[in-house]
């Protein structure tokens, strides 16, 4: 099981459009296809499809620093942001959402990020235990919703020193 970050294509959106998570997560993450439609419009928005070989199995979207800056959330001023991580129902607890992060951390520092901000729906069915277990702490901040968690990447597992399980870009 590896998983790889892959630029959308026309020849993989409709097969991204197509995961969604169970009925009980649907507050806690936006479909992909909205997901799609606002990265045209949102500075410094990147988004891959999550696969394992020939089968996708997500959708991760994060913003740049540069973007962050544009619009925010502006948390702590190197940061980059997580936006949205979404892996499909018939996916999950198969370590995905671990390997999903360590991309993320990785393309943040690429971009020079000294921190990885997300947002959580911060309810009791939620995600932010999971976000919590990788290191995220709160920052007290509701942004649209959301509570507002940050990782310190100079504390954070470095993404290349894993072997077994290694994510590609």
Do not use: C
């Amino acid at each position: 099981m590896t998983l790889d970050a892959r630029p959308v294509t026309r020849d993989t959106v409709l097969a991204l459009i197509d995961l969604s998570v169970r009925d009980d997560q649907r507050d806690l993450v936006t479909a992909n296809v909205k997901t799609l439609a606002e990265a045209a419009y949102e500075p410094g928005a990147v988004v891959w499809g999550l696969w394992d070989g020939a089968v996708p199995v997500g959708l991760m979207a994060m913003v740049d620093p540069e973007g962050v800056r544009l619009h925010g959330p502006l948390l702590v001023p190197d940061a980059a942001y997580l936006w949205r991580l979404m892996i499909a129902a018939n996916h999950q607890g198969k370590g995905y959402g671990a390997q999903a992060l360590r991309l993320a951390i990785a393309s943040a520092r690429r971009w020079g990020a000294g921190h990885l901000v997300t947002g959580v729906n911060d309810v009791p069915h939620g995600n932010r235990g999971f976000y919590e277990r990788h290191g995220f702490r709160s920052s007290g901040v509701i942004e649209e919703g959301d509570l507002l968690l940050v990782l310190d990447l100079s504390a954070a597992e470095d993404p290349r020193a894993r072997t077994a399980d290694r994510p590609t870009m």
